[in-house]
Nanobody, 123 residues
Framework: QVQLVESGGGSVQAGGSLRLSCAVFGYTSSTFCVGWFRQAPGKEREGVASISSTGRTIYYADSVKGRFTISQDNAKNTLYLQMNSLKPEDTGMYYC????????????????WGQGTQVTVSS
């Protein structure tokens, strides 16, 4: 059974940085794709970034390109999202999620989800 547990959210002023972590356990294939999603109040969930388990395929939404970096430490079974130059519009609940899928893209129909961690960016 795949499990994902996020940590690292918080509150920060615009222009600041945060790093989210997601412990990922139980996947059994190199086709496993993990990603970060976010949802602001009243808005649809958005796929922010994704990375294949091999690390060879990385995707970013246009809204975060150049500011966010997704990475993984397979030895620690941990996925990261480094968020720099944060903006108030980055505020929302952030989720990590996974699916056995190729190509690896952050889609809302992923099967496995963490509980979410809140990110609040004030102006």
């Amino acid at each position: 059974q795949v499990q994902l547990v996020e940590s690292g959210g918080g509150s920060v002023q615009a222009g600041g940085s945060l790093r989210l972590s997601c412990a990922v356990f139980g996947y059994t294939s190199s086709t496993f794709c993990v990603g970060w999603f976010r949802q602001a109040p009243g808005k649809e969930r958005e796929g922010v970034a994704s990375i294949s388990s091999t690390g060879r395929t990385i995707y970013y939404a246009d809204s975060v390109k150049g500011r966010f970096t997704i990475s993984q430490d397979n030895a620690k079974n941990t996925l990261y999202l480094q968020m720099n130059s944060l903006k108030p519009e980055d505020t929302g609940m952030y989720y990590c999620a996974g699916e056995y899928r190729w190509p690896c893209r952050p889609r809302s129909d992923f099967s496995y989800w963490g509980q979410g961690t809140q990110v609040t960016v004030s102006s």
